[in-house]
């Protein structure tokens, strides 16, 4: 089962989502571009993605997840899914 929708980092600088909700890199592109949009106001590039394994944790419906290097240092569970990962490039934002 994929997980829906995209996640970010603690500090908002990447957007990742399970490779399993998109038909290649640039649909991710695409629909990466689209969420920063909509919940930041504006336009924000989105730079090449990458693929990123990571533990992803649905506890008490809140969406943590880990990367699986640092996960597995830890005593942090949960599902290992393959995701996009991207970093948004906030020099380049439009108004």
Same mark, same amino acid.
């Given at each position: 089962? +994929? ?9 908002? $600088?990447? !957007? ?19 969420? !920063?949009?909509?919940? *930041?106001?504006? *336009? &924000?590039?989105?730079? $090449?993605?990458?693929?990123?394994? &990571? !533990?992803?944790? =649905? $506890? ?10 640092? +996960?597995? *240092?830890? =005593? ?6 393959? &995701? ?12």
């Amino acid at each position: 089962m +994929a997980i829906e929708g995209f996640m970010e980092d603690w500090d908002g $600088e990447m !957007v990742l989502s399970d490779i399993r909700n998109f038909k290649d890199e640039n649909d991710f592109l695409e629909q990466a571009e689209k969420y !920063v949009k909509e919940t *930041r106001g504006n *336009r &924000v590039p989105i730079l $090449e993605p990458q693929l990123m394994n &990571v !533990v992803y944790n =649905s $506890e008490n419906d809140e969406h943590c997840w880990m990367a699986k290097k640092y +996960a597995e *240092r830890s =005593s942090f569970e949960g599902e290992t899914i393959t &995701v996009y990962k991207s970093d948004i490039d906030y020099q380049n934002a439009e108004d």
